[in-house]
Nanobody
Framework: QVQFVESGGGRVQPGGSLRLSCAAS????????MGWYRQAPGKQRELVAG???????YYSDSVKGRFTISRDNAKNTVYLQMNSLEPEDTAVYYC??????????WGQGTLVTVSS
């Protein structure tokens, strides 16, 4: 059974930073591109960052230059370093596969709240 467990969210002031982690199980992690997605209240879930099995990355325009995705295949974990956070980044953040592979069931996500 594939499972994603996200952590690291919290409440932070505008301009602050957070590092999210997502531990994956039930898949051969190194064979999958991995991505971070977010869903803000009243909005659809959107892709914000993706990392292929190699070193290629994708960032949405809204986070480019502020967020960095990385992965540790030895730990089956993907990370999202978020800097210069803005109130518009407030959302529940999820990880899942990225690229041509099918997506699996979503985890519980981790809530990020950016507010003064």
């Amino acid at each position: 059974q594939v499972q994603f467990v996200e952590s690291g969210g919290g409440r932070v002031q505008p301009g602050g930073s957070l590092r999210l982690s997502c531990a994956a199980s039930g898949i051969i992690f190194s064979r999958y591109g991995m991505g971070w997605y977010r869903q803000a209240p009243g909005k659809q879930r959107e892709l914000v960052a993706g990392r292929t099995v190699g070193t290629s990355t994708y960032y949405s325009d809204s986070v480019k230059g502020r967020f960095t995705i990385s992965r540790d295949n030895a730990k089956n974990t993907v990370y999202l370093q978020m800097n210069s956070l803005e109130p518009e980044d407030t959302a529940v953040y999820y990880c899942n596969t990225f690229g041509p592979a099918p997506q699996y069931a979503w985890g519980q996500g981790t809530l990020v709240t950016v507010s003064s």
